[in-house]
Nanobody, 115 residues
Framework: QVQLVESGGGLVQPGGSLRLSCAASGRIFSIGTMAWYRQNPGKQRELVASITSGGRTNYADSVKGRFTISRDNANNTVYLQMNSLKPEDTAVYYC?????????WGQGTQVTVSS
């Protein structure tokens, strides 16, 4: 059973930083693209950032220059460093990974940016 487990969410003031982590576990031979999405109630889930197995990254325009995605292939983990956080970054953040040609999702972690 392959699982993705996120951690690192929480409450932070505007301008602050958080680092999200997502670790994949189970019977894994290789992982393709890994990504972070976010979603608010009543809205579509949107791509925040993605990273290929070779390290190529892609970011939503709204987070460029503030967020950085990275991965540790040896430990099947993807990270999202979020700096200069804004109230509009508030959402549930979900990890996604292409494992065994299937896209897997984590359970989500809440990020709240508020003073």
């Amino acid at each position: 059973q392959v699982q993705l487990v996120e951690s690192g969410g929480g409450l932070v003031q505007p301008g602050g930083s958080l680092r999200l982590s997502c670790a994949a576990s189970g019977r894994i031979f290789s992982i393709g693209t890994m990504a972070w999405y976010r979603q608010n109630p009543g809205k579509q889930r949107e791509l925040v950032a993605s990273i290929t197995s070779g390290g190529r990254t892609n970011y939503a325009d709204s987070v460029k220059g503030r967020f950085t995605i990275s991965r540790d292939n040896a430990n099947n983990t993807v990270y999202l460093q979020m700096n200069s956080l804004k109230p509009e970054d508030t959402a549930v953040y979900y990890c996604n990974a292409n494992i065994g040609l299937q896209f897997r999702w984590g359970q989500g972690t809440q990020v709240t940016v508020s003073s």
